[in-house]
């Protein structure tokens, strides 16, 4: 089963609840009359570059990174959102093939503490799980939003406390976007959609990963 058939069936599954199909709806509706995807970077675009720190404190820089070669940079709304669970399990899976192409992985969440730790921990991942305090970087790349009153009212009836796992009362998530960042810090492929169900398929990752390898 690809990713978006388990993300789809996962979407089917609760938005048999009418509230959070309401508030799911008010999201999709808001941030697409808001225009909210012509501001996310585009293709050729330098990618912003940023310092955030790990989950164990430890400073990590994208120009370290791209030192190495490539990198997807992959937003994530955190560990509570079982979309961004199944899509961590995905790019945990594609992880052996990603570094073969000599490319580093990077997922970036607006948790801090102990939540952006569980993001790692819980799915055994190797790569870097960095917090993007107050989303300074999604904010620059174009993929963040406040979330809309239905769903900020859901999230806090089944006890989701946004604000203390951000440090914040922003109310700011990113939406799931992907990025695949050559090794000048350009963005080479992107991924984005107002719809948190909608993932990038690790398929279409790696697809571009091997055309920047691939000879001009």
Known sequence: MSLQDKLDAER??????????????????????????????????????????NIEGKLVSLSALLARGPVIVQFFRGEWCPYC????????????????????????????????????????????????????????????????PLYRAR???????????HGNDSWFLPIPATFVLDRDGRVAWRFADVDFTRRAAPERILAALRQLAAPD
């Open 12 to 53: 089917t599954l609760r938005l048999v609840n009418e509230a959070l199909r309401a508030a799911y709806e008010e999201t999709i509706t808001t941030l697409g009359r808001n225009g909210l995807m012509p501001g996310v970077l585009v293709e050729e675009a330098p990618f912003p570059d940023f310092i955030l720190p």
């Open 85 to 148: 669970r199944l899509m961590l399990d995905a790019l945990v899976a594609a992880l052996p093939e990603i570094e073969a192409q000599g490319a580093s992985l990077v997922a970036l969440t607006p948790d801090t503490g102990p939540p952006a730790r569980d993001a790692k921990v819980n799915h055994s991942a190797t790569f870097e799980v960095l917090s993007d305090i107050d989303c300074g970087v999604g904010l620059a790349a174009g993929v963040v939003f406040r979330l809309p």
């Open 155 to 165: 999230m806090q009836a089944v006890g989701t406390d946004v604000p203390s796992r």
